[in-house]
């Protein structure tokens, strides 16, 4: 696919779902007071009171966020039909923001079909794909580096088979694939959260779109991706030369 820029990768949703964020118990403080040991809180739950020192009750009382787990999977085989991505630049973009607390990043480069199945083993809470999508296949690689087509409908069987048979569900699906609106919805059910694109996505706008995305993750695991990939779609429109439509081209689904 011919590109102005650089390589291109050949409705109504609701928010998004947050990642990394496990159940909160509800919690509520009661009476302060003072004792040789410091300040003290009784803290009131459903499963009774409990007095702790008053900077540990304040600790309880905020939710805690699990850092978010990303699997990171970029194919560029050599084919002569279609332009060489940098989806090295794209993984370096958001290793940036790579924080043990907040964001922990996996990753497989010239990636093949038996990487998808790592990544399904290791259970991450977002898979990023990047890579081709043409004549109805995601182009991944084979050993030697040469197109490995993955018909849509076989990959959308595979995450399937493991959303059925060994009960996981991922929270976010990223594509960053030229023209995954496409055939993002069929994803919706084996992931809580689909990313994907209407039309070409340039390559510079891809990876400064990831870089801002996960930027967002960093900084707040706790908030959802579909809001933070809107945040992202926005700021790179405005700020990046030939990026000023990426909001308009930006598919977030949720089930």
């Not at 805690?64 to 332009?83: K, M, T, Y």
């Not at 995450?159 to 919706?188: I, M, P």
């Amino acid at each position: 696919m011919a590109s102005q820029l650089s390589a291109h990768r050949g409705g109504q949703d609701d928010p998004g779902s947050a990642v990394g964020v496990p159940a909160a118990t509800p919690v509520h403080h009661s009476t302060v007071y003072h004792s040789a040991g410091g300040p003290q809180v009784v803290i009131n739950n459903p499963s009774g009171s409990v007095t702790v020192p008053l900077g540990a009750a304040s600790a309880a009382a905020q939710p805690a966020h699990e850092p978010i787990r990303v699997f990171f999977a970029g194919a560029s085989p050599f084919d002569i039909a279609l332009d060489r991505l940098r989806a090295d630049r794209e993984f370096r973009a958001i290793q940036r923001h790579e924080r043990p607390d907040a964001l922990v990043l996996s990753s497989r480069h010239a990636a093949g079909v038996d990487d998808l199945n790592a990544a399904l083993r290791e259970r991450p809470d977002v898979l990023h794909l990047a890579c081709h999508f043409a004549e109805g296949t995601l182009r991944f690689e084979d050993p030697v580096g040469d197109p490995h087509p993955v018909p849509v409908a076989a990959l959308r069987q595979r995450f399937d088979a493991y959303h059925r048979h060994a009960g996981f569900t991922l929270s976010g699906l990223v594509f960053s694939v030229c023209e995954s609106a496409d055939f993002a919805e069929g994803f919706v059910g084996v992931a809580d959260t689909v990313i994907a694109w209407r039309g070409l996505l340039d390559d510079d706008c891809a990876i400064a779109f990831a870089d801002r995305m996960y930027r967002e993750l960093s900084r707040d695991p706790g908030q959802r991706l579909g809001n933070a990939a809107r945040l992202a779609a926005v700021e790179v429109a405005t700020s990046e030369n030939g990026c000023d439509n990426l909001g308009d081209r930006l598919v977030v689904l949720s089930r």
